[in-house]
């Protein structure tokens, strides 16, 4: 069973930063290579859509609204996952999920495993 918690969501105004942090623990899980990692977000009313995938092989993908503006990392031993966040827009406002698969995908329906979610808050 793999572990995900995030950490780092806030409150901040348009135009602003924030970095989120996601610690994966578990007994299955030995490291990033074997996983592919990313972050999603839901907005009230709104379905569970991707923000940014770290592939297993390292390669990183990122939904059309954030490219140029966030950055998705990991630490070396693939333990901590991160979402780098600059440029707040309003629009941004979500609860940000962190999740994880051997295979991963695009879609939430890709990930089987996944945090609790951390709630970032962009004001005007």
């Known amino acids: 069973q793999v572990h995900l918690v995030e950490s780092g969501g806030g409150s901040v105004q348009a135009g602003g930063s924030l970095r989120l942090s996601c610690i994966v623990s578990?007994?299955?899980?030995?490291?990033?290579?074997?996983?592919?990692m990313g972050w999603f977000r839901q907005a009230p009313g709104k379905e569970r859509e991707l923000v940014a995938v770290v592939d297993s092989d390292g390669k990183t993908r990122y939904t059309d609204s954030v490219k140029g503006r966030f950055t998705i990392s990991k630490d070396n031993a693939g333990l901590t996952l991160y979402l780098q966040m600059n440029s707040l827009k309003p629009e941004d406002t979500a609860m940000y999920y962190c999740?994880?698969?051997?295979?991963?995908?695009?879609?939430?329906?890709?990930?089987?495993?996944w945090g609790q979610g951390t709630q970032v808050t962009v004001s005007s």
């Open positions: 999740a994880a698969d051997p295979y991963g995908g695009t879609w939430p329906a890709d990930f089987g495993y």
């Open positions: 578990g007994y299955s899980y030995s490291g990033s290579s074997d996983y592919c």
